[in-house]
Nanobody
Framework: QVQLVEYGGGLVQPGGSLRLSCVGS????????MSWYRQVPGKDRELVAM????????NYEDSAKGRFTISRDNGKNTVYLQMNSLKPEDTAVYYC???????WGQGTQVTVSS
């Protein structure tokens, strides 16, 4: 069964940090670039960050640059999103996706609020 499962969402105060994890199974994880998206109600899902198959190339949406870091461990079939200096506008459901495929996780809620 092909799947991605996210972990690590929750409630955090502004300025705080969270690390999201996404574990893949049922496919050869290391052959795929991976990505994180987020979505708020009433808006389209937006790309936050992506990382190449071997982790040697990353790209970030403008608001994530300098605050978020995407990384991966192919030995653990896991992609991470380290989020620092969180702002209320980062509140969303965060999804991981095998890049340019229909393989998505179920999402994890991140809420930034005091």
């Amino acid at each position: 069964q092909v799947q991605l499962v996210e972990y690590g969402g929750g409630l955090v105060q502004p300025g705080g940090s969270l690390r999201l994890s996404c574990v893949g199974s049922g496919f050869t994880f290391s052959l795929y670039a991976m990505s994180w998206y987020r979505q708020v109600p009433g808006k389209d899902r937006e790309l936050v960050a992506m990382i190449s198959e071997f982790g040697d190339m990353t790209n970030y949406e403008d608001s994530a640059k300098g605050r978020f870091t995407i990384s991966r461990d192919n030995g653990k079939n896991t992609v991470y999103l380290q989020m620092n200096s969180l702002k209320p506008e980062d509140t969303a459901v965060y999804y991981c996706r095998a890049w340019k495929t229909n393989i998505w996780g179920q999402g994890t809620q991140v809420t930034v609020s005091s």
